[in-house]
């Protein structure tokens, strides 16, 4: 997996069919020496897009755990939701004891283990936001191996071997 390459920027993405529906979620890795890694998984029965999303992140976050390597990690998603819940408004609901002004935080558990996972690592972690569906190469592998994750019902990721990434691009799902 890992080995001694140097991760640059992972992107991760989830897909829902219906909303709530069946959810899955992809992540890509981009090393320095050029080597992508595609991967798959996090299906959830009756799941939401924004939970497929924070799964993404989740992952991405394991990635920088296993990465001894890296200095910096950049995470790129296309949800704004999922990197403000883990990155600003994490720091305000943990300060007021998990509560936020008007009501509940939907996905409560999830959004706490991710940022107990952040907090771990977030000198080497820096988010950013692409625009999804926009053309960007890597959020385009992510949603792809989002919407395979679907298909496939993969409740646990798996690495996607592939012959070119532009043959992934293709493929339907």
């Not at 001694?4 to 992972?10: A, F, L, M, T, Y």
């Not at 890509?28 to 798959?40: P, R």
């Amino acid at each position: 997996m890992i080995e001694n390459n140097i991760i640059e920027k992972i992107y991760c993405d989830g897909a829902c069919s219906g909303n709530p529906g069946n959810a899955g979620t992809g992540v890509v890795l981009f090393y320095e020496n050029k080597k992508v890694e595609l991967y798959y998984g996090g299906f959830v029965e009756q799941g939401t897009n924004n939970i497929a999303e924070l799964n993404g992140i989740y992952k991405a976050l394991l990635f920088v755990k296993l990465d001894k390597n890296s200095n910096q990690i950049k995470i790129l998603a296309d949800s704004k939701y999922a990197i403000d819940c883990i990155s600003k408004w994490s720091f305000s609901w943990s300060a007021n004891g998990w509560k936020k002004k008007g009501g509940e935080i939907k996905n409560l558990e999830l959004i706490q283990a991710i940022f107990k996972l952040y907090l771990a690592f977030k000198h080497r972690v820096v988010f950013e936001h692409v625009k999804g569906h926009s053309g960007d190469f890597g959020n385009e592998l992510a949603d792809v191996m989002a919407r395979k994750a679907i298909k496939m019902g993969n409740y646990r990721f798996e690495k996607y071997d592939y012959n070119s990434l532009e043959s992934v691009l293709k493929e339907k799902y």
